[in-house]
């Protein structure tokens, strides 16, 4: 791809170059994936990476720890081959229409969650369901 060329990058218009670090980030993002430790809370520690990944072996309780302001992470919930567990989210969270999600119960299908979190709040600002 040429240097001088664009491409349509989230409704807006990019260089190659920005096409390109935006490619560059996601992977880094994705290659930076921490995968938590199931138990009965599972604590995800912001400051180790942005997304973290844990399998659900019964039903948990989650927690985030050393969230920074302004700061955007993912959290990747997969069933195990049980399926049909729940979580309870930690408080503050924003949801949309202001009801948390009921999680995919399908053994071995992921969820996953976007937020942001502003000092106070965490906003839930994208949610994909069933993925295999």
Request: hydrophobic residues 35%; neutral net charge.
């Amino acid at each position: 791809m040429a240097t001088n060329s664009s491409a349509v990058v989230a409704g807006t218009n990019a260089t190659a170059d920005q096409y390109n670090n935006i490619r560059k980030d996601a992977l880094l993002a994705i290659k930076d994936t921490t995968s938590d430790a199931d138990g009965t809370t599972i604590t995800m520690n912001m400051a180790t990476s942005p997304i973290h990944k844990t399998t659900l072996g019964g039903n948990r309780t989650l927690a985030v720890s050393n969230v920074g302001t302004s700061q955007g992470f993912a959290v990747i919930l997969q069933q195990d081959g049980t399926g049909s567990r729940t979580v309870t989210w930690w408080s503050g969270i924003k949801w949309p229409d202001a009801t948390a999600p009921t999680l995919t119960t399908t053994p071995n299908r992921y969820d996953i969650f976007f937020f942001l979190y502003d000092g106070t709040n965490y906003y839930c600002v994208g949610q994909i369901f069933n993925l295999g």
